[in-house]
């Protein structure tokens, strides 16, 4: 049986020299190409020098304009603090226009919306909460919504009110979330005198708890004010 024979010392070396003057050609190639083209690579080096620099400023910019944002806020909630409210409505008005689709945007459209809801004028709390478009993905998003239902019920429009309760009970993630947008919408079926529909969401709410929980109670109390005034009517 032929032994296998090893490759030569010879061989060897003769295909590293040629991966060196391969490297070498390779290096000599791209140091004449680099000569007659040493404009265009001083240009490539400006650019992104520039782009670095424009990078770095970027972000400076955008971390100065968080902290200003969040500092802004805080000078708002220290004059609602000292019950400055129409100050604060202009504070507010003027931080939206300034920090427009910066994430504390949301939490400062709120804040307008419950001063002007408050204060008597649900039409521009209205305004100001439906223009900001509120998502119900969190709880700002919940607690906007809630207001905005609220605004919509001074203004008498119930059903626009009660569909909103009813959304933001179908969405919402936390049960005691949950809990008080459908109570809201059920006292809205009371007061249009719907007491079977209240009923049926009462009974939605009691379904929610343990039969040993202690929150039962009130909601336990208005079913059965409930069950009173719809045997009284029949």
Known sequence: M???RQPSTHRKASISEQQDDAFVASAMAFSQWANKNRRL???IGIGAVLLIVSGVEIVTSQRSLAIQAVNDLEVIHQTISLSAFEDAK?????????FEGHEKAD?????LGRLHLESGDPAVAINVLERGGLSLNDGLGVQGN????RAYEDQGRWSDAE???L????RAKLAFQVRDALSSAA???HQQNDIVGALEIYELILDDFESDDMGRGIYELRFSEMREVLGGAQ
């Open 146 to 149: 809630s207001l905005l239902a």
């Open 90 to 98: 202009v504070q507010l008005n003027a931080y939206l226009e300034r």
């Open 163 to 165: 569909s909103l309760y």
């Open 41 to 43: 690579l001083v240009f």
């Open 187 to 189: 006292r809205i079926r």
């Open 107 to 111: 939490e400062a459209l709120v804040m």
């Open 167 to 170: 959304e933001i009970a179908d």
């Open 2 to 4: 032929p032994k296998h």
